[in-house]
Each structure stands twice: as structure tokens, then as C-alpha cells.
């Protein structure tokens, strides 16, 4: 089946780094993402992996992902208060027309 | 090229009427994704085309909504007999499709108010 679950909230302190959880149940998932919602506005891409990858770092986000245990992470070193947002993590398998399965969301507060 | 434009932004109607929104994608993209998100939740699949064949609805999807890519460019989402329950953020995206993976890129949405 397609799930996907994160945490609600998740609140730091800037300068801090902040690591944002997911889990997801479909393995033939072959793609995941993770993107960034401000609140009234789209969704921003801001990274993905591909399944077969264990880690991916650009610039301040690092994500790892544990294709055994199904969990991905994103790591954002020295979080400033412009990054408080929503995160969302999603799923895709790219034999399926790429549609993507969202979480939740995780709410980022980011105090000064 | 701007990315992918939404409109209206804001649309407030009464229940019953029709509503129709426009998406027009990032130019060289032949995928087009609608989404919909409720307060506190992640979006939700709807449709996707590709150029101007629709590939997949969602069960989400009732009889009273439909979606068209007449041209293989932009698209319209119309929704009739407008109730409480349509209510969200409608959202839309565009990808390529080959080769490789190509991420969705999404517009700023429409958000949809029942009165």
C-alpha cells in the first residue's frame, strides 16, 4: 500500500540543526522527495533521492535514506528563521506516471 | 520562464455554482499534475496528463469534476454543482518525462472557498 507519515511539528533554534523524519510502506518506490511549503504558497522542490542512492548533500540539506527500514531524513545545518515552513516528504514510482504520495507535512519553527 | 502560473489565486463561491481554474505549466514540460490539499494535510493526487492524453484519475475525482489539456499546454480544472466539502488548495505541476527522473514543479495553487 502507499503511505506516507512525518512527524507534525519540530521546533529548534536558529543556528541549530534540525532533522525531519519520514517513513514511507511502498518499497517500489523509486523516488522521494522533499519539499518546502511557506504558508499561502505552492510547494518548492527542494531535494530528491533516487531508491537506490543511500545519501544526497546539497549545500545545507543532507538527506539519508534507509531503503531497508523505508525511512528518509533531511538535515538542514545552521537553520535560520527563514526556513520555519512546512516539509513535506513524497513518494514516487516512476512506472506509474510519476504522480507523487505525500505526507503529512512537518511544521518547522525556527526561534531566534 | 516564470515556472508554473495558477489562476486565480483566490476564488470564493457560493455552493452550487461551477468554478474553473487554469494552470499553465513550465513551457517544455509535457506532464501536468492536480493536486488538492486540505488545511493540515499534504496534497492529494487528482489527474495528470501527458500532452494532451489524461494518463490517470484519482477515485478522489467525482463526476463532478473534470479536467482537459486541449492543446497539450495549459489546462482547466472545472468543478460543478460546487459543495462545502470542495473546499482546499488546488494545485497544479508540470514535469518532463524523459530520460531520468524529472521533478514536479508546482504552480502557487488556487485556493477554493464555499460559502
Known amino acids: 500500500g502507499e503511505d506516507v507519515e512525518q512527524s507534525l511539528f519540530l521546533s529548534v533554534r536558529e543556528g541549530d540543526s534540525s532533522v525531519i523524519n519520514c517513513t514511507y510502506t511502498d518499497s517500489s518506490s523509486t523516488y522521494l522527495y522533499w519539499y518546502k511549503q511557506e504558508p499561502g504558497a505552492g510547494l518548492q522542490l527542494l531535494t530528491y533521492i533516487f531508491s537506490n542512492m543511500d545519501m544526497k548533500q546539497d549545500q545545507r540539506l543532507t538527506v539519508l535514506l534507509n531503503k531497508k527500514d523505508k525511512h528518509l531524513s533531511l538535515r538542514i545545518a545552521d537553520t535560520q528563521t527563514g526556513d520555519s515552513a512546512i516539509y513535506f516528504c513524497a513518494e514516487s514510482k516512476h512506472n506509474q506516471g510519476g504522480k507523487l504520495i505525500f505526507g503529512q507535512g512537518t511544521e518547522l519553527s525556527v526561534k531566534p | 520562464d516564470t515556472g508554473v502560473s495558477q489562476d486565480p489565486r483566490h476564488k470564493i463561491t457560493k455552493r452550487g455554482q461551477n468554478v474553473t481554474f487554469r494552470c499553465d505549466p513550465i513551457?517544455?514540460?509535457?506532464?501536468l499534475y492536480w493536486y488538492r490539499q486540505t488545511l493540515g494535510q499534504g496534497p492529494e493526487f487528482l489527474t495528470y496528463?501527458?500532452?494532451?492524453?489524461?494518463?490517470?484519475k484519482s477515485r478522489l475525482l467525482s463526476d463532478r469534476f473534470s479536467a482537459e489539456r486541449p492543446k497539450g499546454s495549459f489546462s482547466t480544472l472545472e468543478i460543478q454543482r460546487t459543495e462545502q466539502g470542495d473546499s482546499a488548495m488546488y494545485l497544479c505541476a508540470s514535469s518532463g518525462s524523459h530520460p531520468g527522473n524529472q521533478p514536479q514543479h508546482f504552480g502557487d495553487g488556487t485556493r477554493l472557498s464555499i460559502l
Open positions: 496528463f501527458q500532452n494532451e492524453a489524461q494518463l490517470e
Open positions: 513551457s517544455e514540460h509535457n506532464r
